[in-house]
Nanobody, 124 residues
Framework: QVQLVESGGGLVQAGGSLRLSCAGS????????VGWFRQAPGKKREFVSI?????????DYADSVKGRFTISRDDAKNTVYLQMNSLKPEDTAVYYC????????????????WGKGTLVTVSS
């Protein structure tokens, strides 16, 4: 079992930055792919970013956040981060992290483990 807890959300003005954290417990992340997803009010949940380090670090981003968001990890803290810069009002959503041993499963939004989310609100 893996327990995931997101933190770092809040209210920020457009153009600002936030760093989200996804802290894992129960298992180390070293064998898992970890992804970030978001769901805006009235919209479907969408993929944001993913990181895996099985066989080497690999990351991917949704086109809408490329160049603005950066995913990273801290093995010592068993935590994955999402640095969000140049935030836009359309980034407003609840952000969730998900983990699974299978990269593709996480990428498709079907990871076994999910956190409860953290709210990001970007004002214009």
């Amino acid at each position: 079992q893996v327990q995931l807890v997101e933190s770092g959300g809040g209210l920020v003005q457009a153009g600002g930055s936030l760093r989200l954290s996804c802290a894992g417990s129960g298992r180390t992340f070293s064998n898992y792919a970890v992804g970030w997803f978001r769901q805006a009010p009235g919209k479907k949940r969408e993929f944001v970013s993913i990181i895996t380090w099985t066989g080497g670090i690999s990351t991917d981003y949704a086109d809408s956040v490329k160049g603005r968001f950066t995913i990273s990890r801290d093995d010592a803290k068993n935590t994955v981060y999402l640095q969000m810069n140049s935030l836009k009002p359309e980034d407003t959503a609840v952000y969730y992290c998900a983990a699974d041993m299978n990269f593709g499963t996480v990428l498709l939004g079907h990871g076994d483990y999910w956190g409860k989310g953290t709210l990001v609100t970007v004002s214009s």
